[in-house]
């Protein structure tokens, strides 16, 4: 059965005459050279390539659109390939096997695509000093050639993206199960050690919190991937109580900072349909960022309130506030509050900067949105606003 994203078109029966076809064939050496001479000024961040590296398959990528201009073509696989639709059989085509190598040599794709802008280019300005383009056949076999670089454009990139996710999903699977797994170890064997006597609970507690806060980064690197392959934080929505949820968060954050005043205030109705997992992390976050950048001797306030439609989490501390110049660039990745006001307070910076940016994602993926409120006088004050359901058609 053919792809959804590829039309299915009849068979070309009939060759044609083409004036550029043969000027590939005949000037490919002088095409290819203008290749390799751009190519090597292409700045990427991979390995040096030498001159075969740089052409790799150029050659059969010119051969292709030379194939291709000699063949007749019907209107529907003209408009087919111009959106990069065109019929193909299995085997990777010259366009994706480039994606391949150039993967490998660093190349971005951005860098990949502007190779073939410039092979457009040197192949347009060396027919037209040859004296190519003058007559109405070689406008046609112009727009037949853009028509064909532009579906090489398109397999490339997609080749290139669905590469990147391939590896973007290794990269999770791997992270999430050879480096979670030790860590649920060293987890267990300190609860065991503190159990039987061996460790005091004292002693064993730098271990856990170490544990603990690489198993939060692996989970933030995890979620920021994800969220960046697929372009959404994935959620699961199950029926559920979101207080219970929130005020297991909340306890169990108080027990790991005992030394902290953390209060919960509930008032309303929080029945609805939720990633409660999610939710938590959500929350979770939010604690932390508020027990980093709060005043130390201040109260952090978690506050549920509801609506017939949707429920608001908010969590409220006192603190440095956070300049309007500022409010958005903390929620993008690897981004962090503002330089010093974590010390000001005596806190240890954690992870990557990826906790508030995630927090919107989670929020976002519910249909929702993070609402940020900071002021000197009143203290900042993070509130998520959760729809009970999914959007339909969502």
């Known amino acids: 059965m053919p792809s959804p994203d590829v039309i299915d078109l009849p068979q070309r029966t009939a060759p044609r005459q083409s004036a550029l076809a043969d000027f590939l064939r005949t000037h490919s050496a002088e095409i290819l050279a203008a290749w390799d001479e751009f190519a090597a000024t292409v700045d990427h961040e991979g390995q040096p390539l030498d001159a075969l590296g740089l052409r790799d398959h150029a050659a059969e990528i010119l051969h ?78 112009l727009t037949r050639f853009n028509e064909a670089i532009d579906q ?17 999903e ?18 267990l064997s300190a609860d065991y050690l503190v159990r039987s006597g061996q460790l005091s609970r004292a002693a064993a507690a730098p271990i856990v919190n170490a544990a603990t ?41 108080q027990v790991r900072h005992p030394d902290r005043a953390i209060r919960l205030s509930v008032d309303g109705d929080f029945e609805g349909s939720w990633d409660e997992g999610r939710i938590g992390q959500l929350l979770s976050n939010l604690i932390g960022n508020a027990l980093l950048y709060g005043v130390r001797d201040g109260e952090i306030t978690v506050k549920m309130t509801s609506a017939p439609r949707e429920v608001y989490v908010a969590v409220h501390n006192f603190g440095v506030p956070i ?16 330089p010093g006001a974590d010390k000001e307070h005596g806190a240890e910076r954690d992870g990557l900067g990826l ?34 359901s999914a959007a339909r058609g969502g």
């Open 64 to 141: 292709t659109i030379a194939l291709d201009l000699a063949q007749a073509q019907s209107p529907a696989e003209q408009d087919a390939k111009g959106k990069g639709l065109a019929e193909r059989d299995g085997a990777p085509t010259p366009a994706e096997t480039h994606a391949d190598f150039r993967i490998i040599a660093g190349f971005a794709v951005d860098a990949m695509v502007t190779e073939y802008r410039a092979l457009r280019a040197s192949v347009l300005r060396i027919w037209a000093t040859a004296g190519g383009a003058t007559t109405a056949a070689d406008l046609q076999d």
């Open 152 to 168: 090489a454009i398109a397999e490339s990139v997609a080749r290139y993206t669905g590469q990147t996710r391939t590896s973007t």
């Open 170 to 187: 290794l990269f999770i699977g791997v992270l999430g199960h050879d480096v979670r797994n030790p860590l649920g170890t060293i987890l």
């Open 213 to 253: 806060r690489i198993r939060s980064i692996i989970e933030q690197v995890v979620d920021y991937t994800r969220a960046q392959s697929d372009g959404v934080m994935p959620i699961v929505r199950l029926p559920g109580n979101l207080h219970e949820q929130v005020a297991k968060v909340v306890q169990e954050t």
């Open 323 to 338: 300049q309007p110049a500022d409010r958005e660039r903390i929620f993008q990745p690897m981004e962090r509050g503002r």
């Open 355 to 388: 906790g508030l940016y995630i927090c919107r994602e989670i929020v976002r993926s519910h249909g929702g949105r993070l609402v940020l409120d900071s002021a000197e006088e009143t203290g900042t004050t993070f509130t998520a606003v959760l729809p009970r």
